[in-house]
């Protein structure tokens, strides 16, 4: 039984790391994946859904709704963004990763003026449950699940969608797409509402187990960028089992030696797979096709 | 996008409105500043400038080289943290503190080195190379940021964490009556000559054949490997020095206030000297000196008077150069007034064509 | 007997399942004008791709100077002496003329004034040395190419579609160009679809058809086949 408790033990672990991984990574993976653009203000838009689910949990709208809510948020404030700024930049790529610099500063500094250094945020629902010896949070050994079906909803969105495939023809080639008659500035808006609001998702799932301050986003950005970085471009190929072996890794190192070892484990995996797979791993399943 | 009418290289030909002497000007201006000021602001200006190192060092592998690097502050901390390792093991005198600056150069030099063949030999570009960059100082900062236990020690110094590491000595100079501490006025004045000796080696390389081939390699990197250029050896070789102009920078900090932490390496602090570099006009070195120092002095005087609106008005700002004055604020004035003496269009507008980087 | 510059032995080159070069054997000798033609998918392009190290042989050989270029890189071929012009001009657009030939005067290790004022002469741009690549005419920027391959101071100059996109007096003024060239000792291979172009300089040519080499001869020997001219489906004689 101890044997038991203590394998599920890793596994939640796991799955606790390869959410968090997944879910932190995904807005920026799609905005980068399918633009070109490094989403520096990638955090203020998890900060975005963070803030409005829990605004909207307080005034009793049901939890789950709130979430939603706080991720329709988020791609809206994406929405205004595009709009305002970055579709002037898409020519100039290196220039967009100083513009959301920039606005994710204002917007945190903003926040900071008019919310306070903190909020009080809302309690983890569901409790926990033992195992064993050793207690779980219910909702975090769900999380995974969630990151799942997030992804396999993507999956569909991307492969199986309408917009999937317009979105996919504009990445490749624009001009033509164009010639074809997509409207690929509306293409390029609802693809960073996507991104934006797959962040605010992201804040919205952890609204409940972290407490809501202006700089949350930056808890994410490390993890997101790492993520990036060894999965390549590729959204669902790349990130995704990219998330998963960082994970493992993190998770074995943290079991045996300890958080920060852990730490120096995904560190060195960045470095060994910039040497080895630059592309980052979403390549390898390019070629293959 | 806009385009200057003139090459990227040799000031004579950017610039070829204002006479040499102009130029000359704001070196003459700092290095009479002290007759003015008393020391304590003398060593307030040495901190301002201690930034232009890696802002030049950006601006170099940026602007000239097209290399859109974050990782500045990561040898920035680099430099900075060997400088304190060295001088609190080896002690309080002027051979410590030189040793601590020299081997921290080197450490950052080795270390952009072994990052840089590791990017560009791994054939990584664009702006990917910037994400990468990006998450080795994130990752960097993570792992400094945990070592606050008093197991993390490396002879005497321990790392400290997010207390950062404090007490290091500053540098000395053997004189006859007995060492001379470098601080306030002198300090300043040691800044202000390794500039100079950085700008000058700096604006010499890039007008040079090696400056030269990396514009080709910005603008058009297969026509450039077809001129026989080996781009990757270019690459590195401006990516080492831009990387460790960012570690004297960090260095000379360290020396300045006696402290180093990993919030020097943050995700905030990795972005400023793109901030700097970005708006003050990232293909001019000197435009990089002067925009560094001036929004250094800017964002200080900000957090003392207005603090609450100071940074989300350094981010209005950026957000305007970005949109209105892509080449940055310097060139932007620079070709209005030229406009306004000359009454010619001084800048050309030719269309792009491409796209500027692959991902 | 003039030496062999290029050698090229059962080349073939696929991509996935399209056999695109199939067994072709190709000399080069020193002091020629060698034009390579053929209708469209005759694998021109691709052929020019594989001499450059854009694409890598499925099978066969290509030696420069007697040397296998099976593991050299596109960099270091233009160190052996190999330049090349490709068909779109990848002019740098913020560099002026001037700056373009310093680029390659410094590779061939030749930093002199002097030097760059005939080539500025040689390819007819001493009035535009001081303006930017990137507002020149179309035509000057060809030339602004080939004037860049040439600065290299290579043995062999490869062309690809030399008068791509030029009107009749362009395209006979960069002929006499390339003679001249020629008569400096520098030999050319170029790939080229404008038949006057190609009567006008070649010393042989070659003909590609369906990736294989369908002839090769002196140019009045080639332009006499009927064979040839069927090819051409429309290319008049």
């Given amino acids: 039984m101890t044997a038991l408790s203590t394998l599920y033990s890793v596994i939640y672990q796991f799955g606790d790391n390869f959410a968090y991984l997944v879910l932190a990574a995904l807005g920026l993976a799609v905005i980068f994946g399918m633009m070109g653009v490094i989403n520096l203000a990638h955090g203020e838009f998890i900060m975005c859904g963070a803030y409005v689910t829990i605004i909207c949990a307080k005034r009793g709208i049901p939890l789950p709704i709130a979430m939603l809510l706080g991720a329709v948020a988020a791609a809206c404030a994406g929405v205004v963004i595009e709009r305002l700024v970055i579709r002037h930049l898409y020519d100039r790529l290196f220039d967009s990763v100083v513009a959301t610099w920039a606005i994710s500063l204002i917007v945190q500094q903003t926040m900071l003026l008019v919310a306070g250094p903190s909020m009080e945020g809302i309690s983890t629902p569901f409790g926990s449950f033992v195992f064993g010896e050793y207690s779980f949070s219910t909702y975090r050994a769900v999380l995974p699940i969630i990151a799942l079906c997030v992804l396999g909803a993507l999956y569909w969105l991307f492969f199986r969608s309408n917009y999937g495939v317009c979105a996919r023809a504009t990445i490749q080639n624009a001009n033509m797409a164009q010639c074809l008659g997509l409207r690929t500035d509306h293409l390029y808006t609802l693809t960073f509402a996507l991104g934006a609001g797959l962040a605010g998702l992201t804040g919205a799932l952890y609204a409940p187990t972290m407490t809501a301050v202006p700089t949350m986003g930056t808890n994410f950005i490390v993890q997101a960028f790492v993520s990036v970085v060894v999965g390549g471009a590729n959204v669902i190929a790349g990130t995704t089992p990219a998330a998963a072996i960082l994970a493992v890794i993190q998770t074995a190192l943290t079991a045996s030696y300890g958080q920060l070892i852990g730490q120096i484990g995904l560190l060195l995996t960045v470095i060994m797979v910039i040497r080895l797979m630059p592309q980052g791993l979403g390549n390898l399943f390019n070629r293959t096709r | 996008m806009i385009q200057p009418a003139s090459g990227a290289v040799s000031p004579t030909l950017r610039q070829p409105v204002l006479p040499r002497l102009l130029r000359l000007a704001p070196w003459v201006l700092a290095f009479c500043l002290p007759l003015v000021v008393d020391a304590n602001a003398s060593g307030n200006f040495a901190y301002y400038l201690v930034w232009a190192f890696a802002a030049v060092g950006l601006a170099a592998m940026w602007g000239q080289g097209g290399i859109l690097s974050f990782g500045q502050t990561a040898f920035f901390g680099l430099s900075g943290y060997t400088y304190g390792i060295v001088t609190l093991n080896l002690g309080d005198g002027w051979l410590s503190s030189w040793s601590g600056l020299i081997i921290g150069l080197v450490v950052s030099a080795g270390g952009a080195a072994l990052l840089g063949y590791m990017i560009f030999y791994g054939k990584i570009k664009g702006v990917f190379i910037g994400i990468v960059t990006l998450s080795v100082t994130l990752v960097l900062e993570t792992f400094m940021a945990q070592t606050a236990g008093p197991q993390w020690v490396i002879g005497e110094a321990r790392l400290n964490g997010y207390n950062g590491m404090t007490g290091m000595p500053p540098l000395t100079l053997p004189w006859f009556g007995g060492p001379v501490t470098l601080e306030n006025t002198s300090f300043y004045y040691l800044v202000l000559v390794l500039l100079a000796v950085v700008y000058a080696f700096t604006r010499r390389l890039l007008d040079s054949p090696f400056g030269l081939a990396l514009v080709a390699i910005r603008e058009n990197p297969q026509r450039a490997e077809m001129l026989g250029i080996d781009i990757r050896r270019h690459q590195l070789l401006i990516f080492v020095l831009g990387c460790t102009l960012g570690g004297l920078s960090g260095a000379l900090y360290t020396i300045w206030g006696s402290y180093i932490t990993p919030s020097a390496m943050g995700l905030t602090s990795a972005a400023m000297p793109v901030i700097w570099v970005a708006t003050a006009g990232r293909k001019s070195i000197g435009a990089a000196i002067i925009g560094t120092a001036v929004l250094v002095w800017l964002s200080q005087w900000l957090a003392i008077y207005g603090s609450e609106y100071a940074l989300i008005l350094m981010g209005a700002v950026l957000l305007f150069v970005v949109l209105a004055a892509p080449e940055g604020l310097l060139p932007f004035v620079s070709d209005r007034a030229r406009w306004v003496f000359t009454r010619r269009p001084s800048k050309s507008r030719s269309f792009e064509t491409q796209k500027r980087s692959e991902s | ?237």
């Fill in chain 3, 1 to 237: 007997m003039s030496t062999t510059l290029l050698e090229i032995r059962g080349l073939t080159k696929r991509f996935g399942g399209a056999q695109v070069i199939n067994g072709i054997d190709f000399e080069v000798s020193e002091g020629e004008i060698r034009c390579v033609i053929g209708p469209n998918g005759a694998g021109k392009s691709t052929f020019f791709k594989l001499i450059t190290g854009e694409h890598r042989p499925t099978q066969g050989i290509i030696a420069f100077l007697g040397r296998d270029l099976a593991h050299v890189l596109p960099h270091e071929r233009i160190r052996m002496g190999m330049s090349i012009k490709f068909q779109i001009p990848g002019v740098f657009p913020e560099l002026t003329v001037r700056q373009h030939l310093q680029l390659g005067l410094h590779r061939a290790k030749d930093d002199s004034a002097a030097t760059l004022d005939r080539l500025l002469e040689q390819f007819m741009l001493q009035k535009e040395e001081h303006v930017p690549a990137g507002k020149l005419s179309h035509g000057k920027k060809q030339w602004l190419e080939i004037a860049m391959a040439v600065s290299l101071k290579p043995v062999l100059l490869f062309l690809d579609e030399p008068v791509a996109g030029m009107s009749a007096e362009e395209t006979h003024a960069t002929g006499e160009l390339i003679m001249r060239l020629r008569e400096g000792g520098l030999t050319i291979m170029a790939v080229e679809h404008d038949m006057t172009f190609v009567k006008q300089v070649a010393s042989r040519v070659t003909v590609l058809h369906g990736g294989r080499l369908f002839a090769d001869g002196a140019l009045e020997e080639i332009l006499a086949r009927d064979d040839v001219a069927e090819i051409y489906l429309g290319k008049k004689k």
